[in-house]
T-cell receptor, first 114, second 110 residues
Framework: EAGVVQSPRYKIIEKKQPVAFWCNPI?????LYWYLQNLGQGPELLIR????????DSQLPKDRFSAERLKGVDSTLKIQPAELGDSAVYLC????????????FGQGTRLTVV | GIQVEQSPPDLILQEGANSTLRCNFS?????LQWFHQNPWGQLINLFY?????KQNGRLSATTVATERYSLLYISSSQTTDSGVYFC????????????WGAGTKLIIKP
């Protein structure tokens, strides 16, 4: 069974440029999460989807970040425009349901904004 | 809000040693997971253990939900065990989400 797939693995962009990350969750997993992880810290939730609905986006900086999961399967996270402080690892995870069982993580996208 | 405390924050051991990592929770345990984040940043699931004891090779974990803590045991450490170990539990902080500890950074020396 394939795990959570993310792309790209690495991205270097100049500040003020846009960037997008893609995630394909484990088949059958209704819940999809996007997390941000800074060096030396635990992951921080950005947004959680139940199928195609964003049920928790309270920690998503909506002035520059956006996300979508149009068909309730794969998802895209976008930053426009990127700032230097956005440099971090962006992790996608999925689970059968928010309160059911394990969450599984992709390999992450390491973003560097210069 | 709910607090998850991990200890110790750092641990340096020689190859072959055993170790115990601890996770304390300020509220009830719901969907506790242990993860290993390897040096390449990948979060690898170790255990899903809301209660009881599980073993997988050299690793085992025990969660005592009534006392709000969980332990991760690593026996006969190998250099590939190096990395950061996180525990996380599901809880409602406004909405349902995983609440993470700060991690234990483990270095295994050859």
């Amino acid at each position: 069974e394939a795990g959570v797939v993310q792309s790209p693995r690495y991205k270097i962009i100049e500040k003020k440029q846009p960037v997008a990350f893609w995630c394909n969750p484990i088949s059958g997993h209704n819940t999809l999460y996007w997390y941000l992880q800074n060096l030396g810290q635990g992951p921080e939730l950005l947004i959680r989807y139940e199928n195609e609905e964003a049920v928790d986006d309270s920690q998503l900086p909506k002035d520059r970040f956006s996300a979508e999961r149009l068909k309730g399967v794969d998802s895209t996270l976008k930053i426009q425009p990127a700032e230097l402080g956005d440099s971090a690892v962006y992790l996608c995870a999925s689970s059968l349901g928010a309160e059911r069982g394990e969450a599984f993580f992709g390999q992450g996208t390491r973003l560097t904004v210069v | 809000g709910i607090q998850v405390e991990q200890s110790p924050p750092d641990l340096i051991l020689q190859e072959g040693a055993n170790s115990t990592l601890r996770c304390n929770f300020s509220d009830s345990v719901n969907n506790l997971q242990w993860f290993h984040q390897n040096p390449w940043g990948q979060l690898i699931n170790l255990f899903y253990i809301p209660s009881g004891t599980k073993q997988n090779g050299r690793l085992s974990a025990t969660t005592v939900a009534t006392e709000r803590y969980s332990l991760l045991y690593i026996s006969s450490s190998q250099t590939t065990d190096s990395g950061v170990y996180f525990c996380a539990d599901g809880a409602y902080e406004g909405n349902y989400q995983l609440i993470w500890g700060a991690g234990t950074k483990l270095i295994i020396k050859p």
